[in-house]
Nanobody, 114 residues
Framework: QVRLVESGGDLVQAGGSLKVSCAISGLIRGAAISMNWYRQAPGKEREWVGSIIRGGTTNYADSVKGRFIISNPVKNTLDLQMNSLKSEDTGIYYC????????WGQGTQVTVSS
């Protein structure tokens, strides 16, 4: 059974930095085509934040490009380093494998105070 568990969410001041992580278990070797982060702000739909594709290519939403970094430092971990945080980055951050019909974690709350 595939399981994704996010951690690291916190309250942080605008301009600060935070890293959230996702621990992945139960995934068959080679099954991850894309590893993704999504977020959902209060009252809004969930939105894509960024991806790391098999082979290491990363892509980011325009709203976070240049501020956020996705990495897969070890096989079963997906990190999201968030810098220069803004109040609009507030939301629940979700780890995902292989897109909308793939696997999801339960989310971790990130709150940025202005």
């Amino acid at each position: 059974q595939v399981r994704l568990v996010e951690s690291g969410g916190d309250l942080v001041q605008a301009g600060g930095s935070l890293k959230v992580s996702c621990a992945i278990s139960g995934l068959i070797r080679g099954a991850a085509i894309s590893m993704n982060w999504y977020r959902q702000a209060p009252g809004k739909e969930r939105e894509w934040v960024g991806s790391i594709i098999r082979g290491g290519t990363t892509n980011y939403a325009d709203s976070v490009k240049g501020r956020f970094i996705i990495s897969n430092p070890v096989k079963n971990t997906l990190d999201l380093q968030m810098n220069s945080l803004k109040s609009e980055d507030t939301g629940i951050y979700y780890c995902n494998i292989n897109g909308q019909r793939g696997y999801w974690g339960q989310g971790t709350q990130v709150t940025v105070s202005s």
